[in-house]
T-cell receptor, first 114, second 110 residues
Framework: DADVTQTPRNRITKTGKRIMLECSQT?????MYWYRQDPGLGLQLIYY???????NKGEISDGYSVSRQAQAKFSLSLESAIPNQTALYFC?????????????FGPGTRLTVL | RKEVEQDPGPFNVPEGATVAFNCTYS??????FFWYRQDCRKEPKLLMS???SGNEDGRFTAQLNRASQYISLLIRDSKLSDSATYLC???????????FGKGTMLLVSP
């Protein structure tokens, strides 16, 4: 399975600060994703990338940007953090399993914006 | 109508019980279906894919009803370790992004 790591694991910041969340994977998967999860809500897709030159907006991309520095690295930035961006953020990769892609998630980054 | 709807629960069951969860989806073009499991404050992990003919993995059985656009998960002989949130997930094709339901919480008690 993909080894997906996220840094930092926890972060507390203030409104207006720029924040970068980093994601790395060691299994050579081309596809990478960023999600956020709010209490009682499902995972919502922020951005995704199918290869190094491909970046796509998800359903809630406003206020976020991403960078795919290499196949193994996909970073999420909050240019000017606001309190409603407080959430649990997951990075994921995916690999083809026959007719579908299985996604593997990192351990998550808990972000609090004060 | 939300794309993927699930009863949030919690479902409280004793060990050994059989429990079933349902999920409905709104996009009739959905082609791939999954159940993911998420433990408290942890990352989701794939539990099983759901095939049109239904499929079983040990104590877990998944069914798909395309006509009614619902997916089910049956857990037999519940274990304490089955306590988690179960996420219903659909995809319009096998190669695109996933849409997650909010999850159904299961609590198995001794």
């Amino acid at each position: 399975d993909a080894d997906v790591t996220q840094t930092p694991r926890n972060r507390i910041t203030k409104t207006g600060k720029r924040i970068m969340l980093e994601c790395s994977q060691t299994k050579g998967h081309d596809r990478m994703y960023w999600y956020r999860q709010d209490p009682g809500l499902g995972l919502q897709l922020i951005y995704y990338s199918f290869d190094v030159k491909d970046i796509n907006k998800g359903e809630i991309s406003d206020g976020y940007s991403v960078s795919r520095q290499a196949q193994a690295k996909f970073s999420l930035s909050l240019e000017s953090a606001i309190p409603n961006q407080t959430a649990l953020y997951f990075c994921a990769t995916s690999v083809r399993r026959g007719a579908f892609y299985e996604q593997f998630f990192g351990p998550g980054t808990r972000l609090t914006v004060l | 109508r939300k794309e993927v709807e699930q009863d949030p629960g919690p479902f409280n069951v004793p060990e050994g019980a059989t429990v079933a969860f349902n999920c409905t989806y709104s996009n009739s073009a959905s082609q791939s279906f999954f159940w993911y499991r998420q433990d408290c404050r942890k990352e989701p992990k794939l539990l099983m894919s759901v095939y049109s003919s239904g499929n079983e993995d040990g104590r877990f059985t998944a069914q798909l009803n395309r006509a009614s656009q619902y997916i089910s998960l049956l857990i037999r002989d519940s274990k304490l370790s089955d306590s988690a949130t179960y996420l219903c997930v659909v995809s319009p094709s096998g190669y695109s992004t996933l849409t997650f339901g909010k999850g159904t919480m299961l609590l198995v008690s001794p």
